[in-house]
């Protein structure tokens, strides 16, 4: 990963949204602040790759095939996405047999396991695999070490999408390992070889912690050939490490069920923010919360669309935190292609350019 970090004034668009709140004044007289007010906004942050590309995908079904177009879970963790593209006529459904037979149906970023595309296809359903690349090579890699004879400790949280699709490509042979607080509780057959693979939205810092303890239990465990967090996920730790400790409150644009988003405001508290919070939408950001905070620090998970962003900036610019600096850590440039369920069709439609990728983004290590 890039370590540069570089800073530069960032000049927004502050168009006025209608709200029902204080005025600056009445909130600065609530709520005294020393020192210059102004925010530290990370970047990367939002949108990554995989992200773009579902999303792409969806907007890209709804287009050529028309509504409805069902899919499999939220395709990205974020109600805003979510809630937009059930406006354009996406039906998102829990399981395949909530899918009327016949109909088309988008597997989510998260993935999923092989007995969901088996379910799929028994139902005569027509699928878009709209799962992040980096999510895959998980996968492969279960495959893979589960044919070669290993015990795969996966470290992940239980119950997450994307840990229930990789758990089910092996799941004779894969521990959910939830984090370091179950290593020494783990029992695994003894003489099995043992890999670690991971969940790619977790903490950098509590996974190596994880791996740390295991090595500690099990001297034979062996490495993945490559991290499992992705670049995404890395690259918004890292900026947000950078900005928490010069922040006395982190704002973190996210959902809840958003598990990059939530460990953003985890590691900035780890690393010195005074207060943290995830918020959806700038609504529901408190002014109890600036009390006393001259630093506003803000990032945003993988799967949020910067115009939440630049709503919750208006937001602070309302409040007096209208000087924003913007702390870069990495530069991004990947572009995934979309889906190849989807490429004959774009391709058909003279929608090249989409048949070759989404918009996307790409991290130096
Ligand atoms: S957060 Fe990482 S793994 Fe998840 S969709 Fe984005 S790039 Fe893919």
């Not at 050939?225 to 947000?240: E, G, K, L």
Request: some cysteine.
């Amino acid at each position: 990963m890039s370590t540069h970090v570089s800073s530069k004034p960032v000049s927004m668009p502050m168009p006025s949204m209608p709200r029902v709140r204080r005025s600056r004044e009445e909130v600065e007289a609530a709520a005294p602040v020393h020192g210059e007010k102004k925010v530290l906004l990370a970047a990367p942050r939002g949108y990554c790759a995989g992200v773009d590309r579902a999303v792409i995908a969806v907007e890209k079904a709804l287009e050529h095939y028309g509504p409805p177009i069902y899919v499999r879970k939220q395709i990205v963790h974020n109600r805003h996405v979510v809630e937009t593209l059930e406006e354009r006529g996406a039906i998102f459904v829990e399981e395949t047999d909530e899918v009327p037979e016949g109909s088309l149906l988008v597997f989510s970023a998260h993935g999923v396991s092989p007995a969901v595309v088996q379910s799929a296809k028994d139902r005569d359903l027509e699928t878009i695999d709209a799962t992040c690349p980096l999510v895959t090579k998980v996968h492969r890699e279960a495959v893979r070490f589960a044919k070669n004879g290993y015990r795969i400790l996966l470290i992940g949280h239980e119950g997450h999408e994307e840990v229930e699709g990789t758990y089910g490509e092996a799941p004779e042979v894969t521990t959910i390992v939830n984090g370091p607080e179950e290593v020494a509780d783990l029992v695994v057959p003894e003489h099995e070889k043992l890999i670690w693979l991971s969940q790619t939205t977790l903490s950098v810092d509590e996974t190596l912690e994880t791996v740390r303890l295991l090595r500690e239990r099990f001297p034979h465990l062996e490495n993945p050939p490559s991290d499992d967090i992705c670049y995404a996920t890395s690259n918004r730790q890292h900026a947000i490490k950078k900005v928490a400790p010069q922040a006395d409150l982190v704002l973190v644009v996210g959902s809840t069920n958003s598990s990059n988003s939530v460990r953003l405001v985890e590691v900035a508290l780890e690393y010195g923010a005074k207060n943290a919070k995830l918020v959806d939408f700038a609504r529901e950001v408190d002014e109890a919360w600036f009390e006393g905070v001259a630093t506003v620090g803000v990032s945003s998970g993988a799967s949020v669309p910067e115009v939440l962003v630049q709503e919750v900036l208006r937001l602070l610019a309302d409040y007096g935190y209208g000087e924003i600096e913007e702390i870069v850590t990495a530069e991004e440039d990947i572009i995934f292609s979309l889906p190849k369920e989807l490429r004959p069709i774009l391709r058909a439609h003279g929608d090249e350019s989409r048949a070759l990728g989404g918009r996307g983004t790409k991290t130096p290590k």
